[in-house]
Structure formats: C-alpha cells, structure tokens
C-alpha cells in the first residue's frame, strides 16, 4: 500500500480540491463520487477526436531518484477503457526525457466498489531530470466517464546493491 504523499492535495480534499491541478476540458472534480464518498477526478468524454488530460507538477528533489506513484481508479461508463497513470520527466531545459505508466495492483480488499489501485516504482530517473509531472488519462479516441482519487507520490530509498553480476560463471581460476 502507498504512504503519505510528497505532494498536498493529491486526493481531492483540500480547501480548494483543484489546487495544484491544471484541469483541462473533459476533466472536473466531483463531491461525493470518490472512494468513500470523497471528492474524486472526473474523466467523461463523449467526443473521441478530443484528447487531454490533468497534470499536477512536481520538481524533482535529487537526479538518479525513485518515485513511486499511483492512485484509484473506477470505470463507470465506457467499454475496454484503459486508465494511465503515470508520471514524466524533463531536464532543466524543459526537454522530455521519459514516463512510466503505473500498472493494476491486485487487491484483496472485498469494499473497493468497483475501484482498482494503480502503482508502480519509477525506476532510477536520470540524474539530469529536474521536472516531474504526475498525470492520468485515456488513450486516444476513448469515450465514456471514469473516476480517479487518491493519487500518491513518494520518493523511495534506491537500493545501492540491486544486483550483482559477475561474467565468471563457474571459471576456473
């Protein structure tokens, strides 16, 4: 399960529930939808040339740093629909330079009501990576409503010693 998140707001609940979120057409926060009768992100499309999506800035603190990342989301209307979350990065430039989508987490938890967990650990960004941003969406051409809520965004400790190789496989010295 996720830990406190490094950034404010990311499930809804502040006095100003968008804040820190740059909200794009197709995209509301709705009282009462969310897990646990909370706030929620709101995803309904019915126009599938249209195409955007939320995104919620964050710097990055250290280059060569692991982030974990993730959050709730529910399909409520829309057939073989496939929500990302993911997180991207740029240099100090501004220039991309990668994402990672976070995957379905199976749960055990039989109240989730229809919602699904999303997480994944970034791997080692690239030390020159300066800008993050936390985004969620839908492929091109979808169409119907999904909710999203509770999102998290924590750096993780990189683990100095990941793996150990050594090309003398059985050798005889």
Same mark, same amino acid.
């Given at each position: ?21 740059k909200?794009?057409?197709n ?21 599938p040339?249209?195409?955007?999506f939320? =995104? ?12 974990r ?10 057939? +073989?629909?496939k ?23 199976? +749960?055990?938890?039989? &109240? ?9 650990v970034?791997?080692i960004?690239?030390? &020159?990576?300066?800008?993050? &941003?936390l ?5 091109r051409?979808?169409?119907?409503? =999904?909710?999203? +809520? ?8 990189? +683990?100095? =010693? ?12």
């Amino acid at each position: 399960m996720l830990a406190a998140s490094m950034l404010p707001n990311l499930d809804f609940e502040s006095k100003d529930p968008g804040e820190g979120w740059k909200l794009r057409e197709n995209w509301s926060l709705a009282a009462g939808v969310g897990r646990n009768g909370s706030t929620a992100l709101v995803w309904e499309n019915h126009d599938p040339a249209k195409y955007t999506f939320p =995104v919620r800035s964050f710097e990055i603190d250290q280059g060569g740093a692991n982030y974990r990342f993730g959050g709730w989301v529910k399909v409520v209307e829309g057939e +073989d629909l496939k929500p990302v979350i993911a997180i991207d990065w740029s240099d100090a430039n501004g220039k991309w330079c990668g994402s990672r989508g976070a995957i379905a987490v199976v +749960d055990n938890d039989p &109240n989730k009501a229809g919602w699904t967990r999303y997480e994944l650990v970034s791997g080692i960004l690239p030390t &020159n990576a300066v800008h993050g &941003n936390l985004l969620c969406y839908l492929p091109r051409k979808s169409t119907g409503k =999904v909710l999203f +809520d509770d999102f998290k965004l924590e750096r993780v400790a990189i +683990d100095p =010693v990941e793996c150990l190789a050594c090309s003398a496989y059985k050798a005889t010295f």
